[in-house]
């Protein structure tokens, strides 16, 4: 049971916003294919020891105004996404008086269990979301972000984002988030320490040469695919793979490839988590019913992302506050990844589509308004897809509580995406997170398991994928 304490609205110090960027934020190419994205909710869970009276009368003030003193520097969070009235493309607007929701709640629930990595009910998550709702529905005004801090008395604190991936991607909002924890711990003056990054907005350093901002507007205006429907019965886990499970499923992949020398930790894990849910699918349906419902021909779908920060000709400053993430898909049959060799096709998919997506010779943007054309035609009951990455430490956000750093990350994502990220305990450990119904959850655990098992005994099958033309080097999602 979630009970609130206080609703307010935090601003940063009056006059403290460079008057530069009173006015907006145009989208770029790069943020309007996330306009009917899902709502991003994200949770760290803190320890924290104390009662009520303690959180209210020392906890509450200092998250009020550490945060007003980050929005100052993040003022796209602090406006709205205002459509105009003629149809045109939306922008992110910020005024003076411009501010973001703070809910203070109390929670029952126990902490402990929520925070661990064993089945949980992903119903319970979505009462420590903040809501986010239109400010005028006749205008088209929509706020970027809204923040929600949930005390379990004596025992912890869950602070929640819900925020609209259209105004940044996963490394420009971690930067605001690890700049409020440090900010929370140390005061302002953190804003000297060596390693503070500040955001970097001046849009024109995404070059648009041949008008991708107007196309791919044209083809989101368009219209969006919905969703399948999720479930209320639906429940999270968390698996752990150490970084010497990963080191045996690579060094079985490279095996198994005539000729390949490299394939990254990235491919590996997804390759291996996109099979074994798709071979869970097929067991909860059963062998024969999944052919005749779905087909064998059916084709299944992998889509990821990569940051094109570095990717790009000139580059795009690491501190640049925005999405600058390039999509790709992997596709194959589904009778091909629910076979006993599933995984290798599932690896030899996705590296097949890094090449020809992300290492195209033409450059990284080539094509990408018919990639994002053909997206909109996806089947998305046949879609799995990952958010995350690890090269992002979700972890390093230490707001000065009890034992520092949080004792678990989590991303609220469709059913059939997962989230990866790196461990706490250790960075060269991963973290694979999802939301399923709890039988196919069963299943999954157990394919997910003793698969790896499998893998790592160094399971005998003759070489039988052909190494695409050239190598590439590692590529994650943001």
């Known amino acids: 049971m ?51 009276a303690y959180f209210l009368d020392t906890i509450v003030p200092r998250i009020k105004h550490s945060l007003s003193l980050t929005l100052k520097h993040f003022f796209p ?46 119903i319970d998550f979505h009462s420590l979301a903040p809501q986010i709702s239109p400010t005028s529905t006749s205008f088209g005004i929509v706020p970027i972000l809204a923040v929600q801090v949930t005390l379990f008395p004596n025992s912890g604190i869950c602070i929640g984002f819900t925020f609209h991936h259209i105004a940044a991607d996963a490394r420009a909002f971690h930067m605001f988030k690890r700049l409020w924890a440090s900010i929370n711990k140390l005061g302002e003056a953190t804003l000297e320490s060596p390693g503070i990054v500040l955001p970097f907005y001046d849009r024109t350093v995404i ?8 196309t ?42 005539p000729d390949l020398q490299y394939v990254s930790s990235f491919t590996v894990i997804c390759g291996y988590a996109w099979s074994c849910i798709t071979k869970a699918g097929a067991r909860i349906l059963g062998d024969h019913e999944d052919v005749v419902v779905v087909g064998e021909n059916e084709l ?45 096709v599932a690896v030899n998919s996705i590296r097949k589509a890094m090449e020809e997506r992300l290492r195209s010779k033409e450059g990284i943007l080539q094509g990408v308004q018919n990639w ?22 979700f972890y390093d956000m230490d707001f000065g509580l009890d034992l520092g750093r949080p ?42 398991t003793d698969g790896c098992k499998g893998y790592l005994q160094n399971k005998s099958m003759s070489p039988r994928i052909q190494k695409p033309s050239r190598n590439f080097p590692h590529v994650s999602k943001l």
């Open 2 to 52: 979630v009970h609130v304490l206080e609703q307010c609205r935090i601003a940063p110090p009056p006059g403290s916003v460079d008057d530069e960027y009173k006015y907006s934020l145009p989208l770029t190419f790069f943020d309007i294919p996330w306009l009917h994205f899902p709502l991003m909710k994200i949770f760290s869970f803190y320890e924290f020891s104390h009662p009520k």
């Open 77 to 122: 969070l602090l406006g709205n996404l205002v459509f105009p009235t003629d149809g045109g493309i939306p922008e992110i607007r910020y005024k003076d008086g411009d501010s973001v929701s703070l809910t203070f709640a109390e929670c029952s629930f126990d902490f402990d269990h929520l925070s661990g990595d064993q089945q949980r009910n992903d």
């Open 207 to 214: 070059k648009d040469p041949i008008g991708l901002r107007s």
């Open 216 to 257: 791919i507007w044209k083809i989101k205006h368009e219209g969006s695919t919905q969703p399948p429907p999720s479930t209320n019965n639906n429940v999270r886990a968390t698996f752990i793979l150490r970084r010497a499970e990963v080191e045996g499923l690579k060094k079985w992949v490279i095996s198994q490839i």
């Open 300 to 344: 299944e779908n992998f889509g990821f992302t990569a940051d094109c920060r570095t990717l790009l000709d000139p580059a795009i400053p690491d501190a640049y506050f925005g999405n600058c993430l390039m999509g790709a898909l992997a596709t194959t049959k589904r009778m091909q990844l629910i076979q006993e060799d599933g995984f290798l």
């Open 372 to 393: 994002v054309r053909d997206s909109k035609s996806i089947n998305l009951t046949r879609l799995v897809a990952v958010v995350g990455t690890p090269r992002v430490d």
């Open 407 to 448: 004792k678990k990350f989590e991303v609220i994502s469709r059913e059939n995406y997962f989230s990866l990220s790196r461990c706490k305990a250790n960075h060269q450990d991963f973290e694979v997170g999802l939301c399923f119904p709890k039988a196919k959850m069963d299943v999954f655990a157990e394919i997910f």
